[in-house]
């Protein structure tokens, strides 16, 4: 499974003076979150590298003015569009997309991603598979130094 959203832009300061506006993502694989930041150059070269091998959607201009909070958004969402629809229109996950996300790359019998899903193949959904036993909210026992003073109540 694989869902990627891009939330929110940001700056990044790069020199001691100087910032770039980077685009926070959330990649979501195989029950594993983690995030990363992005500049919009960054999409734009993951863009060249993907038209040559497959079908894209096209890709949010960049002639907009930096500054302005509005236009930030509207790229933003473009951006998150764009990764979507790369999902969407491809059969397999391109690798050049996974090497962006830093996600490990399938193997070679998955097929038919689509947003936010994929589908295994036989051998990998079989009831046999690991699959989490218990699961706990929060644990009763361990509670960070902030929160022991504050509460005396412990667990309900």
Same mark, same amino acid.
């Given at each position: 499974? +694989?869902?990627?959203?891009?939330?929110?832009?940001?700056?990044?300061?790069?020199? #001691?003076?100087?910032?770039?506006?980077? *685009?926070?993502?959330?990649?979501?694989?195989?029950?594993?979150?983690?995030? =990363?930041? &992005?500049?919009? #150059?960054? *999409?734009? !070269? =993951?863009?060249?590298?993907?038209? /040559?091998?497959?079908?894209?959607?096209?890709?949010?201009? /960049?002639?907009?003015?930096?500054?302005?909070?509005?236009?930030?958004?509207? &790229?933003?969402?473009?951006?998150?569009?764009? +990764?979507?629809?790369? =999902?969407?229109?491809?059969?397999?996950?391109?690798?050049?997309?996974?090497? *962006? =996300?830093?996600?490990?790359?399938?193997?070679?019998? +998955?097929?038919?991603?689509?947003?936010?899903?994929?589908?295994?193949?036989?051998?990998?959904? #079989?009831?046999?598979?690991?699959? !989490?036993?218990?699961?706990?909210?929060?644990?009763?026992? +361990?509670?960070?130094?902030?929160?022991? &003073? !504050? #509460?005396?109540?412990?667990?309900?």
């Amino acid at each position: 499974m +694989i869902e990627v959203c891009v939330p929110s832009v940001g700056h990044e300061l790069y020199k #001691s003076d100087k910032t770039h506006t980077v *685009f926070r993502m959330d990649v979501l694989f195989n029950g594993r979150r983690h995030t =990363l930041d &992005r500049r919009y #150059s960054e *999409f734009h !070269a =993951l863009h060249k590298l993907l038209k /040559k091998t497959c079908k894209v959607p096209d890709f949010p201009p /960049k002639r907009v003015p930096n500054w302005m909070q509005k236009v930030q958004e509207h &790229r933003r969402q473009g951006l998150e569009a764009y +990764i979507q629809g790369v =999902l969407w229109y491809n059969t397999d996950v391109p690798k050049e997309l996974l090497d *962006f =996300l830093k996600v490990r790359h399938f193997h070679k019998e +998955i097929k038919n991603c689509s947003v936010g899903s994929l589908n295994l193949t036989a051998e990998e959904s #079989s009831p046999l598979s690991h699959k !989490a036993v218990v699961g706990f909210y929060k644990d009763c026992y +361990i509670l960070p130094p902030e929160t022991e &003073r !504050a #509460s005396t109540s412990g667990c309900n």
